[in-house]
């Protein structure tokens, strides 16, 4: 089993940054795909991005030259950099994590909110 923590979230106005960090226990991290999701309000989770063992990495459109997903497998963390924050980035954001041989994330953290003012 894997336990995943989330922090970083907040307050921030547009145009600001914020970096989230998820911390993980259990499992074998290195070789797991990491990766940050969102929800925004009266919204489905959807994808944002995520990071192979490899440090290969996929981000959705709407992140790419603003989101830096990295991992650090030394401090079992995975941190999310967020720059340019617009106010459609508001949302709880979710690190999860999977087996590289499974399609689906199984393992999720309880999430921190987002919220970038106007």
């Known amino acids: 089993q894997v336990q995943l923590v989330e922090s970083g979230g907040g307050l921030v106005q547009a145009g600001g940054s914020l970096r989230l960090s998820c911390a993980a226990s259990g499992g074998s991290f290195s070789s797991y795909v990491l990766g940050w999701f969102r929800q925004a309000p009266g919204k489905e989770r959807k994808f944002v991005t995520e990071?192979?063992?490899?440090?290969?990495?996929d981000y959705v459109d709407s992140v790419k030259g603003r989101f830096t997903i990295s991992r650090d497998n030394t401090k079992n963390t995975v941190y999310l950099q967020m720059n340019s924050l617009k106010p459609e980035d508001t949302a709880v954001y979710y690190c999860?994590?999977?087996?590289?041989?499974?399609?689906?994330?199984?393992?999720w953290g309880q999430g921190t909110q987002v919220t970038v003012s106007s």
């Open positions: 990071c192979w063992s490899s440090g290969s990495t």
């Open positions: 999860a994590a999977r087996s590289p041989r499974r399609g689906t994330f199984d393992y």
